[in-house]
């Protein structure tokens, strides 16, 4: 079983950037894919990026972060990044972690077991 909290959010104006963390625990987290989702008021939960497990090989980017975002993890700090660059004011939202348990990180919402509790990111114009 994995645990997970997200820190880093924040206020930053148009331009700028943030890294979120998403600290896991668990001895196994190396086995879990991991992606970083957000939510923003009246919408849908969306996938923004995904690593795979171990050595992370294989990521994911949505297609409105592609170039902006990076996503990383640290097997021995059980934690995944996002760093974020060039932030927009409709990068506005909350953004999860998740966690599910395999190689390949989902794209949908549905097929991730754990969730962190979220952290609030607003992009001022």
């Known amino acids: 079983q994995v645990q997970t909290a997200e820190s880093g959010g924040g206020l930053v104006q148009a331009g700028g950037s943030l890294r979120l963390s998403c600290a896991a625990s668990?001895?196994?987290?190396?086995?879990?894919?991991m992606s970083w989702f957000r939510q923003a008021p009246g919408k849908e939960r969306e996938l923004v990026a995904g690593i795979s497990w171990t050595s992370g090989t294989n990521t994911y980017y949505a297609d409105s972060v592609k170039g902006r975002f990076t996503i990383s993890r640290d097997n021995a700090k059980n934690t995944v990044y996002l760093q974020m660059t060039g932030l927009k004011p409709e990068d506005t939202a909350v953004y999860y972690c998740?966690?599910?348990?395999?190689?390949?990180?989902?794209?949908?919402?549905?097929?991730?077991?754990?969730w962190g509790q979220g952290t609030q990111v607003t992009v001022s114009s």
């Open positions: 668990g001895r196994t987290f190396a086995t879990y894919a």
């Open positions: 998740a966690a599910r348990y395999g190689r390949q990180a989902p794209t949908t919402k549905e097929e991730y077991d754990y």
